[in-house]
């Protein structure tokens, strides 16, 4: 970064040192040299614009000035004559100063394939050819391939040319461009259809072209907002407009009145965009039957309707059947209504995050639905997460929901007793607070109402007592003295029960013995 820094502060000296050459006459190509290449304080030069006088005289300082400085190829005015129409020096000055092209001796001005690779170096050169140049379609091309941004400054009659343009606005034109075609060109229908690409152009067409149809259709597959100032007479063409929609149905939006509550207008915007459905409201029967039949496909299209049908019952419960969550798109008033409620609830219990926040003021309710699924306590009011009876339905049916309850509720042995008996027991084990993992009464507890509850889950303090040894069979089962003495041997487990006169333990040495094996 610092490097940098030293860079652009040596260029910005070089540059105040040759603006201000005809009140410093002391200052030689030398100095500039130097300044390029030195970090110095900029502050200490002022800056003011000068007439240039003769600074340079050396061929290869003046091209590493020009390579290094802001000014670059201007630095050219400031050279000798011999200098000023030296080959070389001028191709290195046009690639940051076109004009320096006008330095060129008239033999070079008239070389052709000389201007092309001037050209080719910085096509602004186009600006200072000869006139015969700049109406050549190959250097104009070759600019072009250089800069688009020439093409508003070329020769009237090469924006009058049909190739340049197609050639032009085919590989790099974008529609701004259209506006600086000639007259004749931005009438030609032919040139309209090969380069018509972005959805803008319709603006810079010519008046006549606007109410052409073939051009509307182009224009319209890019923005069917330009229906929006079409004239009255095409918009109230039915069958014009059935094309237009097949094309996008949005355009449903900016038609007049007669036609949005036409069917066969509604049915063909419906068929291309399902969106369009926001811009259809009327309350015609036939028309009802299509939205009917439209949310039955896909209820989330519910989204789309107006208002007034998104408060039609038949129309709201046909689109619950078929997506639960079309219920959140329903009116408030259907929101509220017990039918419709309960038919999304029936379908998805978490549905009830959609319907009115009455819904969840019926505890008995919220319980019956949490032993169906317990995710619901995720969308339920907060007020639920300090529910103790809501909290231990909920971690029966899904232990994993442990993981999200406050700490408090995770230190409650009974709610943590519950999560236990899930089948994610071993996992809900270790998010236990210590304090329960380590009590010995509550975890053996545990042991014995779940078989999925893994001996390796408890804590390691426990795992060489006395009380959970007889848990490391793989049926986390107290072992039978059949099992015993069917694995160890009939010998071997006689001899261990008149060594440990007491049964159980003897049992538990027995898959101590087992284990070891």
């Not at 001037?118 to 379609?137: G, R, S, T, Y």
């Not at 036409?262 to 965009?273: G, L, Q």
């Not at 059947?321 to 209504?337: D, E, F, M, V």
């Not at 959609?354 to 009011?381: E, H, T």
Request: hydrophobic share 40%; net charge positive; glycine share 2%.
């Amino acid at each position: 970064m610092e490097k940098k820094t030293s860079l652009l502060h040596a260029i910005i000296i070089s540059t105040v040192l040759i603006l201000t050459a005809a009140a410093k006459e002391y200052i030689t190509e030398d100095q500039i040299i130097n300044n390029i290449s030195n970090e110095k304080d900029s502050n200490k030069y002022i800056l003011a614009h000068t007439k240039p006088y003769i600074i340079f005289h050396n061929k290869k300082k003046l091209i590493k000035a020009m390579k290094f400085s802001l000014i670059g190829g201007r630095l050219i005015e400031f050279a000798n004559d011999k200098l000023k129409k030296d080959k070389e020096v001028i191709l290195v000055a046009l690639h940051s100063w076109p004009k320096a092209f006008t330095y060129l001796p008239e033999k070079l001005k008239n070389n052709k394939d000389f201007v092309l690779k001037c050209i080719k170096i910085n096509a602004w050169v186009l600006m200072h050819v000869k006139e015969k140049f700049k109406k050549n379609k190959r250097m104009v091309l070759k600019a072009l391939r250089q800069d688009i941004t020439i093409f508003t400054y070329l020769d009237p009659s090469m924006r009058d040319d049909k190739k340049i343009a197609l050639n032009f606005f085919t590989k790099y034109g974008r529609s701004s461009y259209f506006k600086d075609l000639s007259p004749r060109l931005k009438k030609d229908l032919e040139l309209l259809r090969l380069i018509y690409k972005e959805r803008s152009l319709y603006n810079y067409l010519d008046a006549s072209l606007k109410n052409n149809k073939e051009i509307i259709i182009l224009s319209y597959k890019y923005n069917y907002r330009i229906l929006k100032n079409l004239d009255k007479n095409l918009k109230n063409d039915k069958i014009f407009m059935l094309k237009l929609l097949k094309i996008k149905g949005e355009g449903l939006k900016f038609l007049p009145d007669v036609l949005k509550n036409d069917f066969e207008i509604i049915n063909t915007a419906i068929k291309n965009n399902p969106k369009a459905l926001k811009y259809v409201t009327s309350p015609n029967k036939k028309i009802k039957a299509l939205l009917f039949k439209t949310v039955s496909l896909n209820g989330k299209l519910l989204k789309y309707l107006a208002p007034s049908f998104k408060n039609d019952k038949s129309i709201v419960i046909a689109a619950i059947k078929n997506h639960t969550s079309a219920l959140c798109y329903a009116s408030k008033i259907l929101r509220k209504n017990a039918q419709v409620v309960n038919i999304a609830i029936s379908k998805n219990i978490k549905a009830l995050v959609c319907a009115d926040y009455s819904f969840q003021q019926n505890k008995k309710q919220i319980l019956n639905l949490m032993s169906r699924d317990g995710l619901l306590l995720k969308y339920l009011d907060p007020r639920y997460f300090t529910d103790k009876e809501v909290i231990k339905t909920a971690v029966k049916q899904n232990g994993l929901l442990f993981k999200i309850l406050k700490t408090t509720s995770q230190e409650d042995k009974e709610i943590a007793a519950e999560a236990l008996k899930s089948k994610q027991a071993s996992f809900i084990m270790k998010l236990l607070p210590e304090i329960l993992q380590t009590n010995q009464e509550f975890i053996i507890q545990a042991l014995k109402n779940n078989k999925n509850l893994t001996y390796q889950s408890i804590h390691s303090s426990l795992k060489n007592k006395k009380e959970f040894l007889a848990f490391q069979h793989t049926n986390n089962q107290v072992i039978s003295k059949k099992e015993c003495s069917k694995m160890l041997g009939i010998k071997k487990y006689k001899m261990l029960l008149k060594i440990y006169k007491d049964e159980e333990a003897g049992l538990i040495q027995c898959l101590y013995k087992l284990q070891k094996m």
